[in-house]
């Protein structure tokens, strides 16, 4: 049998969108929540450098973080779908 493999969503130009999280890390001008959650992504070692929001949401679940942080992630993962 064949390697499963990964899809990743297409954006509007057929291209391959970058991973959720990839795509957070690079968000280094934003404000509010958002930039506030990309901070604090770029100071944590553990923060996952690729993946999805649930995996992003799972890393902020384990380590108790503050609850606005989980509403930063659903506001920017709909940035993200519209990337």
């Known amino acids: 049998m064949g390697q499963h493999l990964r899809s990743r969503p297409i ?3 057929g291209e391959a969108r970058p991973d959720f999280a ?3 890390l690079a968000q280094t001008d934003r404000e509010g929540l958002i930039g506030q959650l ?6 944590d070692r553990s923060f996952p450098r690729a993946g999805d929001a649930d995996a992003v949401r799972r890393h902020l679940l384990e380590t108790s973080a503050h609850g606005g942080m989980l509403t930063a992630v659903d506001g920017a993962e709909l940035d993200w779908l519209s990337y």
């Open 11 to 13: 954006d509007g130009y």
């Open 22 to 24: 990839a795509w957070l």
């Open 38 to 43: 990309v901070e604090g992504a770029r100071r």
